[in-house]
C-alpha cells in the first residue's frame, strides 16, 4: 500500500493505493515548498491529512508538487512527510515528473504540461532527461492559459478586436485598462487573472480572429518548447491541463503542422499517476 500525492499551490490530492485498487481518495489544501518552511508543511500534514488516514501506514509516498524544483526544496517537503509518517519511504518529485509518468507510462517520450502555465519534458521511460527551461508568466508561458489571455487582452486594449468581440469581454469582464494594469503588475498571480479569460475564449474559440488566437498560442509553444528536443516528430508527444484538454481540436491541428505525433491528451495527471505506480508495484509483487 503506497500513497501519492498530486499537489499544486491550492489543493493537494492524496491517493491510497495498491497493485489493484484505490483504497481510499483525500484532499488538503495545497503545498508550495517555495512560500512554506517544513514545519508548516507538517503542520499541515498534521491537522488535515492524518486525520483522514484513520491509522493507516503506507510502505512508500510518492509526492509530484508545485514549487520541488530543487533538492533543497524537495528536503522541505520530504522532511515534513518523514516526520508524519516515520519509517516510511518518501520520494518527493517536480509535478513535471508525475506529468511525465501519467502520460508515459514506462515508455519514451515528451511530456507537455498546458494549463496556467506551461511546461515540458524529455522523458525515457522512468525520468526526465531533457527540459526546455519554462521562463514563466513575464517572459514565456508559451500554449497555457495565461499567454493565451494576454493575448486577447493585449488585442483588446490595442482596439484590434473586431466590435463584437470587443464589445462581448468588456460587458462580460467590466474591462478598462487601469483595471487590467493594476491586476497585471500589483497581484499577486497575475498569470492567474489571464488564464481566467480561457474560458470566454473557449465559448468564442470559432470565430475566426479567436481561432487564429488559439492557434498561434499552440504553435508558439510548439517552437519554444517541442521542436527544441531531438527527433521529436519520431516519439509521442504528450499533454496534460486545462488548456491542451479543452483546446484539444486546435492542438492537433497545429501537431500536424510541425509533424508531431500526438499521443494522449489528459485534463490531469491523477489517473495516469495511479497506473504507473500500481503497474510497478504488481511488477514487484511478481518479482516476489
Not at 516510511?88 to 514506462?106: N, P
Not at 493565451?148 to 474591462?175: C, H, T, V, W
Not at 505525433?261 to 489517473?271: A, R
Amino acid at each position: 500500500m503506497i500513497l501519492l500525492a498530486d499537489s499544486g499551490s491550492t489543493k493537494t490530492d492524496w491517493r491510497l493505493i495498491t497493485s489493484t485498487e484505490v483504497l481510499q481518495q483525500m484532499f488538503t489544501t495545497g503545498i508550495n515548498p517555495m512560500y512554506q518552511d517544513t514545519d508548516q508543511i507538517y503542520t499541515s500534514l498534521k491537522d488535515e491529512l492524518l486525520p483522514q488516514m484513520e491509522g493507516q501506514k503506507p510502505t512508500a509516498i510518492y509526492y509530484y508538487g508545485a514549487g520541488c524544483s530543487s533538492e533543497d526544496r524537495n528536503k522541505l517537503v520530504a522532511d515534513a512527510l518523514s516526520k508524519a509518517f516515520p519509517d516510511t519511504k518518501v520520494e518527493v518529485d517536480h509535478d513535471l515528473l508525475g506529468a511525465a509518468r501519467a502520460l508515459c507510462g514506462q515508455e519514451p517520450g515528451i511530456a507537455c504540461i498546458l494549463g496556467t502555465g506551461s511546461n515540458s519534458c524529455l522523458y525515457d521511460g522512468k525520468d526526465i532527461i531533457d527540459n526546455v527551461p519554462s521562463l514563466g508568466f513575464l517572459l514565456g508561458d508559451e500554449g497555457s492559459g495565461a499567454y493565451l489571455g494576454k493575448m486577447l487582452i493585449k488585442a483588446y486594449l490595442y482596439r484590434e478586436l473586431p466590435d463584437e468581440l470587443a464589445q462581448s469581454l468588456k460587458n462580460r469582464f467590466n474591462l478598462t485598462k487601469e483595471g487590467v494594469l493594476e491586476e497585471v503588475y500589483h497581484s499577486t498571480i497575475p498569470s492567474k487573472y489571464m488564464a481566467s479569460f480561457a474560458k470566454f475564449i473557449h465559448e468564442k474559440r470559432k470565430h475566426p480572429v479567436i481561432h487564429a488566437m488559439i492557434y498561434e498560442n499552440f504553435s508558439d509553444f510548439f517552437e519554444t518548447q517541442v521542436c527544441k528536443y531531438d527527433n521529436f516528430t519520431n516519439i509521442p508527444v504528450n499533454f496534460v491541463g486545462s488548456i491542451a484538454f479543452h483546446f484539444s481540436d486546435t492542438l492537433k491541428q497545429v501537431a500536424k503542422k510541425y509533424s508531431a505525433n500526438i499521443g494522449k491528451i489528459l485534463s490531469t495527471p491523477s489517473e495516469g499517476m495511479i497506473h504507473y505506480h500500481q503497474a510497478l508495484l504488481a511488477q514487484e509483487e511478481n518479482q516476489k
